[in-house]
């Protein structure tokens, strides 16, 4: 997890899916823009997230999550590379988050940044967070995964075993084999839960 803090921002420049370009200029427009933007901001976006997803200004940005959180939003840019969705229990979460988005895109006519909000609320029904604990897979890392994956720089594959999709580095589709049907014994606990979650009686 410290592999990536110290790098430079990472986040692919090609903003597929963003909404840069269109304006809001009416008021029925702003006003969305704005329950985006609180929507976002409610799901623990960043500020540069805000900025690309949204066509409200810096200014007015800042002083909504202030108002919404009551703090300013963190300072910097996002420091995240694509090692982090390849590790392993990050891998699994972001190929969940992936495959909802991809299909709320695909056969909900959703855009990229719709997709995102109700993909996210969907990926923490389907995997939430131990009582107290911050989500695995925070909603900035999910929309820094879209666009890795719409700049090519993750792709999917299909494991050749249990056919799920998930999250590899590029050119790595050949004889995938995913982290659940092949999980590492370093996963220690994890590894527990989904022995008891099969069946399994050995003891520890
Ligand atoms: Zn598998």
């Given at each position: 997890?410290?592999?990536?803090?110290?790098?430079?921002?990472?986040?692919?420049?090609?903003?597929?899916?963003?909404?840069?370009?269109?304006?809001?200029?009416?008021?029925?427009?702003?006003?969305?823009?704005?329950?985006?933007?609180?929507?976002?901001?409610?799901?623990?976006?960043?500020?540069?997230?805000?900025?690309?997803?949204?066509?409200?200004?810096?200014?007015?940005?800042?002083?909504?999550?202030?108002?919404?959180?009551?703090?300013?939003?963190?300072?910097?840019?996002?420091?995240?590379?694509?090692?982090?969705?390849?590790?392993?229990?990050?891998n699994?979460?972001?190929s969940?988050?992936?495959?909802?988005?991809?299909?709320?895109?695909?056969?909900?006519?959703?855009?990229?940044?719709?997709?995102?909000?109700?993909?996210?609320?969907?990926?923490?029904?389907?995997?939430?967070?131990?009582?107290?604990?911050?989500?695995?897979?925070?909603?900035?890392?999910?929309?820094?995964?879209?666009?890795?994956?719409?700049?090519?720089?993750?792709?999917t594959a299909?494991c050749?075993?249990?056919?799920g999709e998930f999250i590899v580095?590029?050119?790595?589709?050949?004889?995938f084999?995913c982290g659940?049907?092949?999980?590492?014994?370093?996963?220690?606990?994890?590894?527990?839960?989904?022995?008891?979650?099969?069946?399994?009686?050995?003891?520890?």
């Amino acid at each position: 997890m410290t592999r990536d803090a110290g790098l430079p921002a990472a986040v692919p420049a090609a903003a597929a899916g963003s909404r840069s370009g269109k304006k809001a200029k009416t008021v029925l427009g702003e006003s969305r823009e704005i329950q985006l933007a609180i929507d976002l901001i409610r799901l623990g976006a960043r500020l540069q997230l805000l900025e690309t997803e949204t066509q409200l200004s810096r200014d007015r940005l800042l002083k909504l999550y202030k108002e919404l959180l009551g703090v300013s939003p963190p300072k910097g840019m996002l420091p995240f590379s694509t090692d982090w969705f390849l590790t392993w229990q990050p891998n699994i979460h972001a190929s969940l988050f992936a495959g909802i988005h991809r299909q709320l895109m695909q056969h909900a006519g959703l855009d990229s940044v719709d997709a995102l909000v109700k993909g996210y609320r969907l990926y923490l029904e389907q995997l939430p967070p131990e009582p107290g604990a911050e989500p695995v897979l925070s909603l900035t890392r999910a929309w820094t995964l879209v666009r890795f994956l719409n700049s090519s720089m993750l792709e999917t594959a299909r494991c050749r075993q249990c056919g799920g999709e998930f999250i590899v580095q590029p050119q790595r589709r050949q004889r995938f084999v995913c982290g659940l049907c092949r999980v590492p014994s370093r996963a220690g606990k994890t590894r527990k839960v989904l022995d008891a979650r099969a069946g399994s009686t050995q003891p520890d």
